[in-house]
């Protein structure tokens, strides 16, 4: 397995090297760059080109490219523009913040989605079912920031339970903390329940057709036993797979929740980095995002043979 | 019994659809007042008989920019899913029937896009071609690219093996034929079905871009924009961001029912995605 | 002008309304919003307007702007000027001291200045001070341990304003020891009535009082007069967006909004429980066109476009009443900015079709870029839009992001643009900011060569009537060209709950917290 592993990693790495080098061309291509922001309405073309040279700016896009990539291989990932911080250890705290929402959204929504999606298949075109999908379908159907600040409008101002703007890492005071990722919490969970509840159906139906079950049944056993004993366990697997991909996919950043709640997450540092066409984040935020996509697909992958019982029974 | 929640569906779904395609439609023709006419001193009106949503903050009636809104919205989703479809497809088709070395290149290519942030995406396109909704057409319809490519060559994998292939092969049909004939028909459901839900996805997507500041550029009305352009005004003026808000919603709530519909129709064994 | 509506304090009237309470400092922090963290602490180095605001709390120069935007003293006690006009003699106050408890001597100013002056200290206003600019500093001599002597090679009518610029960080004396002993920046130690405390990247930054802090005497006077520290400690939290800064203000999660939008600025002025100040700042809101265009190459279209807008309806309507309607480029809180400065063409489109037959224009589509940043130049730039059509001029937004618009500025590379000029506290410097040479200069709009003679006489003349006189002369020019149309001086919102005494907007537009305490 761990065979297995290095490879899938090893394998990865030409996706990951496409990846920069397209960010890096399309960053090129995108008009502005850091010393035009710098100098603003007064920017004196001889100044600005002093600027440029002096940080490497003036070489070709490639001899540029080289050498983030030689400096990147040695995990130095370079210096923001905007405020002279190491790319790394930036990109590697804003996702502190990103990872505690997901992963907290992610865990509520599973707990909830999975038993409700499970229902729904087994109780499958009844009313109950209608309803669950019915609410699922709806709750995805909605975009996530405005949900976000109707939350924000009335739990935040109207009510005034929760603060409005602003971070407190766990490690200074959980309760704190806690209080501001609510909201944000809530909101992406909501958001969640209605894509995982309509997965783990799916994946329940999948199960229910499968003969086992119909076996189980013909042996006799109580529709609540087949339901505990088969029909959960079983979709469990497929729903994990899912979730991984949409952990991969939020762990990239929730740009657009980050940006409501103000939250200095990943998705938030890279949008901040792309509208201040700050290259070092830019890059090194993109690089991160599609190892954590990476590496988050493999240990799904890794970890399904221990909760699939087909599998491992192969 | 199953056809109950089947209908359900499809009826809902189609009503709410239907009404975002007839606002779109009418809007063609006719709307209240014109989308784009700005009245300084009519700002920030609440609805009323005369502005039936209200007037937004330069004064234009928030109607009549919902109803050009539900067309922009339209074409937007439309097109970019129409882009991801033939562009995903093509690659689809072609890695899944060649096969080999081909296959891997285009799946890794095809991996790279996917962990690639929509907005850069955007933001890029939007410097190489110019502000415009071209840019984000092209955008959604380069990042969705993907999942249709997998859908496809998925597809085409499990196609291709199946005895009437085969037998074209075998009565001595090129290849190039064969996938156009007896391949790409077959692949045609899942698609089908994908493309539903990606249209729901266009439209999310669109908001949110614009919510960045990387939608469809003003003045132009999209719901997306109108929603991002109303946030200042949550409190004052909660009609703002309402009335695009919930036709977001609803847009999408039909989308989504109608692909429910749609897959349980064509495609009854695929798992719900 | 309208009359300032409800809780809407015009030119921080808060002030002069409150009689001259005894206040003592306080234990307690006053917490205000940026919308973006600072970023850095050299002064005039990778610097942007926020980090200025924080800046200032910490640094001082030998001169400062004063509320009225003339140049006064700070750390110089006074200054003379030679008979030939090239050389400065500032004497210094006694008794200043660094952030380190060191007194500042001669010595201190002279290392500070010859710092800056070395190219590789990559100070921003370099160009302006070493030839590259109008004039250059040749010495920098400590006469003795209370007075310095600054030489430059011709006469200056803005070398106190150039080192005056909070951009260039005041030009700030510091104490050696701010630098290691490698050459590196460490950290700023300056004169200010606060330093820096605790710097949470991307979060907040926190100055602490300076106590051994040695004030100016009389009243709060701009960058200079008296300081004092009221709040122990100031918390600059880093809000990127407005909403949310609005929403925390309201929730008294900040009390203090520094910055704010238009849109959050109409909503706030409702609000019970605070008060929003406002004052114009000398920053230009304008519609550039680019002369160079095969369209707009013809004044006679440029003309028109100018005789299309209601300017004074734009600028009510976008700006509700809390901005003023100006012509020139010189800001009209400036006291160079006299009435005939204020006149502008009324209205014709009649004259406005007119003049775009006579020019041949048969509706090609003129595209203007805007941007969402600011959104008041956006907003200005739809109404004028609807205004131009009117007329049969047909103009189409581009919305682009705020830097990619500053890129096709500076190079020149647009038919027309919604834009905002930062602030030019000296008029020579408001003109020289718009006029000079495409060709070697694309982001200048106005390439007229008269004009540039006349701003470059409007720099060297001392006497004030003369120097007046081309101002005018120069307004004149600019009318007839229309290579740009102003629309009036960017306001400065500053929002503050009730409890916060003492906040004063002033043209500069940075925000002040010392001299402010709560109630």
């Known amino acids: ?314 | 019994m199953p056809r109950i929640r089947l209908r359900a569906n499809a009826l809902i779904g189609s009503i709410l659809v239907g009404a975002t395609l007839l606002l779109a439609a009418a809007s063609i023709v006719w709307t209240p007042r014109n989308p784009l006419a700005v009245a300084l001193r009519q700002r920030l009106k609440p609805p009323s008989a005369e502005f039936w949503l209200g007037t937004d903050e330069v004064g234009r009636d928030v109607f009549s920019r919902i109803m050009t809104g539900a067309g922009t919205s339209v074409m937007v989703a439309g097109l970019a899913v129409l882009a991801a479809v033939l562009l995903g497809s093509l690659l689809g088709l072609v890695a899944g029937f060649l096969r080999g070395w081909v296959d891997r290149v285009l799946m890794g290519i095809n991996d790279a896009l996917l962990a690639f942030p929509g907005i850069l995406l955007a933001l890029g396109l939007m410097a190489v071609i110019g502000a415009s909704q071209w840019g984000i057409i092209l955008a959604l319809g380069l990042a969705y690219a993907p999942t249709v490519a997998r859908v496809v060559r998925g597809a085409v994998l499990s196609i291709r093996e199946r005895e009437f292939v085969e037998a074209s092969r075998s009565i001595g049909n090129s290849e190039g034929y064969t996938m156009w004939r007896h391949v790409m028909p077959n692949t045609a459901s899942p698609l089908i079905v994908l493309a539903t839900s990606m249209f729901g996805w266009a439209i999310l997507a669109e908001s949110a871009l614009s919510f960045l500041g990387l939608g469809v550029p003003p003045p132009a009305p999209t719901w997306g924009n109108m929603l991002a352009a109303a946030r200042p005004y949550m409190e004052s003026a909660i009609w703002l961001s309402l009335a695009p808000g919930l036709c977001i919603a609803l847009t999408l709530l039909g989308v989504n029912l109608l692909g429910d519909a749609l897959r349980d129709r064509l495609d009854p064994r695929s798992a719900e995605r | ?519």
């Not at chain 1, 329940?193 to 109580?222: N, P, Q, S």
């Not at chain 3, 940043?373 to 919305?399: C, F, H, P």
């Open chain 3, 1 to 519: 002008m309208r009359a300032a509506l409800g809780r809407t304090v015009f030119l921080g009237c808060l002030w002069a309304a409150q009689p001259a309470l005894a206040q003592t400092p306080g234990d307690y922090t006053i917490r205000a919003s940026l919308n973006s963290d600072i970023r850095g602490t050299q002064p005039g180095g990778n610097r942007d307007a926020n980090t200025d605001v924080v800046m200032m709390h910490v640094l001082e120069g030998l001169v400062a702007y004063r509320e009225d935007t003339s140049v006064g003293p700070m750390l110089a006690e006074s200054w003379s000027l030679s008979e030939d006009g090239r050389t400065y003699t500032f004497k210094l106050r006694q008794g200043v001291t660094f952030h380190n408890g060191a007194t500042m001597t001669a010595a201190d100013v002279v290392w500070s200045w010859r710092r800056y002056l070395n190219p590789a200290t990559q100070w921003r206003c370099l160009p302006d001070l070493d030839g590259r600019g109008l004039s250059k500093v040749v010495s920098v001599e400590a006469v003795d341990a209370q007075t310095v002597a600054v030489t430059l090679d011709k006469p200056s009518a803005i070398f106190l304003s150039i080192i005056a610029r909070a951009d260039c960080g005041q030009t700030a004396i510091l104490h050696p020891d701010s630098v290691g002993a490698d050459g590196q920046w460490r950290e700023p130690i300056g004169t200010g009535p606060y330093r820096i405390g605790e710097w949470k990247r991307g979060q907040s930054i926190e100055l602490t009082r300076f106590d051994r802090y040695a004030s100016r005497q009389g009243e709060m006077d701009g960058f200079t007069g008296g300081k004092v520290a009221y709040a122990a400690r100031l918390r600059f939290v880093v809000i990127p967006d407005a909403s949310a800064a609005r929403a925390a203000l309201l929730g008294n999660s900040v009390d203090v909004l520094t910055d704010v939008p238009m849109a959050e600025a109409t909503d706030l002025r409702t609000r019970p429980g605070v008060t929003l100040l406002h004052t114009p700042t000398m920053g230009v809101t304008a519609f550039l066109l680019q002369t160079r265009d095969p369209v707009l190459r013809d004044p006679r279209i440029r003309q028109a476009f100018a005789l299309s807008l209601d300017v004074q309806q734009i600028v009510e309507g976008t700006m509700e009443g809390m901005a003023q309607q100006n012509p020139s480029i010189v800001p009209i809180r400036s006291r160079w900015h006299d009435e005939a400065q204020s006149q502008r063409p009324a209205r014709n489109v009649a004259a406005a079709r007119r003049l775009l037959a006579e020019a041949g224009y048969r509706g090609q589509p003129i595209r203007m870029q805007v941007n969402r940043r600011y959104a008041n130049t956006y907003d200005a730039a739809v109404a004028a839009q609807a205004m131009a059509e009117e007329a049969g001029l047909k103009i189409e937004l581009e919305v682009l992001d705020w830097a990619t618009q500053l890129d096709r500025y500076t190079r020149g590379d647009y038919q027309m643009q919604s834009f905002i000029y930062s602030a030019r506290l000296d008029p020579s410097l408001s003109y020289e900011m718009i006029a000079g040479p495409k060709e070697t200069q694309p982001r200048k709009v106005w390439d007229n060569p008269a004009a540039q003679a006349l701003v470059q006489r409007s720099m060297q003349v001392t006497d004030d009537a003369e120097r007046q006189a081309i101002l005018a002369e120069l307004f004149k020019l600019f009318s007839q060209d229309v290579p740009m149309v102003i629309l009036y001086n960017q306001p400065d919102f500053l929002a503050g709950r009730d409890a916060i005494q003492g906040l004063r907007a002033w043209p500069s537009g940075h925000t002040r917290l010392w001299n402010v305490w709560v109630r």
């Open chain 1, 1 to 314: 397995m761990l065979r297995y592993a290095l490879n899938r990693l090893i394998l990865s790495v030409p996706t990951l090297i496409l990846v920069s080098a397209a960010v890096f061309l399309l960053m090129r291509l995108v008009p502005g760059d850091p010393v035009v922001l710098m100098l603003g309405d007064q920017a004196d073309p001889q100044q600005a080109a002093d600027m440029r040279a002096a940080m490497g700016l003036d070489r070709s896009v490639f001899v540029q490219y080289g050498l983030w990539l030689l400096h990147a291989v040695n995990g130095d990932l370079g210096r923001s523009t905007t405020n002279d911080l190491p790319v790394l250890p930036l990109a590697l705290s804003r996702f502190q913040v990103t990872a505690t929402i997901v992963f907290a959204a992610v865990a509520i929504a599973a707990v909830v989605a999975i038993p409700l999606g499970t229902v729904a298949a087994w109780r499958q075109n009844t009313k109950a079912d209608f309803a669950i999908v019915s609410g699922a379908t709806l709750l995805l159907s909605i975009p996530s920031f405005w949900l976000g600040l109707l939350m924000l409008l009335f739990f935040g101002l109207k009510l005034g339970w929760v603060p409005v703007v602003g971070y407190v890492s766990f490690s200074e005071d959980a309760f704190k903390a806690a209080l501001y990722i609510v909201l944000p919490v809530a909101t992406l969970t909501l958001i969640e329940i209605g894509i995982l509840t309509r997965m783990a159906r799916a994946a329940a139906i999948d199960v229910l057709r499968l003969e086992y079950v119909a076996h189980a049944r013909a042996k006799g056993l109580r529709e609540s036993r087949v339901l505990r004993r088969h029909v959960l366990p079983n979709a469990f697997a497929p729903t994990l797979t899912l979730i991984g991909i949409v952990l991969g996919n939020l762990l990239g950043g929730v740009a657009v929740i980050e940006t409501v709640f103000t939250l200095p997450g990943l998705g938030r540092l890279l949008v901040d980095g792309i509208y201040a066409r700050d290259y070092p984040v830019v890059q090194g935020c993109m690089l991160f995002i599609a190892t954590i996509y990476v590496v988050v697909n493999l240990l799904v992958d890794l970890a399904y043979p221990f909760f699939d019982p087909r599998v491992t029974a192969s």
